[in-house]
């Protein structure tokens, strides 16, 4: 499935009997051109909980397993509707806070349960001086570069060293280059640790450049955040009175590409 370009290989399975090691598979299928090739990997099972429908667990191409994810997590509601696992509208548990989602037909509205931290005008190291972003946390690490101008070009020279950033030391960040357009309109690129690399889109970077510019004073909410596929998310917030942030949501596509099954002679790490 892919969600605004982001995309990433959805399996139905149950997490306590599982035959493979979904790190060691992650790293097996998410390369482009020798396997299937995605953004990640997403395991989706029903939710152990009485309040909850779904649980989520989700890994880079790394092998390395992350708390959320943005985007994923839309693509797996829609999947969890088709596949018999959840009604429209559920209660989704991830390792970094539930998430509730609604799905409307192609679109997927999420509504996150935790409150994100957020530190602005961070001091960043890097080879040729210091810079400044602001460092957004909701269940993912990312740090925000506001930008008169998006690059043309390939980003990942710009936000490859800021990634490995002593200041964002142990577990970096994603890297989001915003530009903004007015008051309720940004663009951005991002550069995904454990991908390494640009994505087409990032649900929490969208999430998290739209918010930590409107507590910088750029935007307002409702956010049209522009990604490089072209495809536009919708994030809304409350900024309150004490600078912390309630009623996060992210809207966007999410779509099928194709259903498959990995054969025993596909390439494993």
Known sequence: MEGAGNDFILIKAASQNLSFDPGELALAVCPRRTSIGADGLILV???????????????NPD????????NGTRCAARFAV???????????ETAGGDIWARVSGGNVTLRFDA???YELDLEVTVENGVQRGHRFEIGNHHLVMQVDQL???????????L????ELAPAGANINLAEVIDRHRIRIRT???GVEAETLACGSGSLSSAAALCAAGQVDSPVAVETRSGDVLTVRFDLLADGSFSGLELEGPARFVYWGELR???PHG
Do not use: H, K
């Not at 099972?45 to 890994?59: I, N």
């Not at 397993?65 to 943005?70: H, K, Q, W």
């Not at 088709?82 to 989704?92: D, R």
């Open 45 to 59: 099972e029903p939710s152990q909980r009485d309040d909850a429908q779904l649980s989520l667990r989700f890994w």
């Open 264 to 266: 025993d002679d596909a």
């Open 163 to 166: 990634r490995y950033a002593p």
């Open 151 to 161: 690059p043309s070009g390939p980003i990942e020279p710009t936000c490859r060293p």
């Open 191 to 193: 550069y995904e640790r």
């Open 82 to 92: 088709l596949v018999g696992l959840a009604p429209n509208e559920m209660l989704i």
């Open 63 to 70: 092998g390395g397993e992350i708390a959320t994810c943005g």
């Open 115 to 117: 409150r994100p931290t």
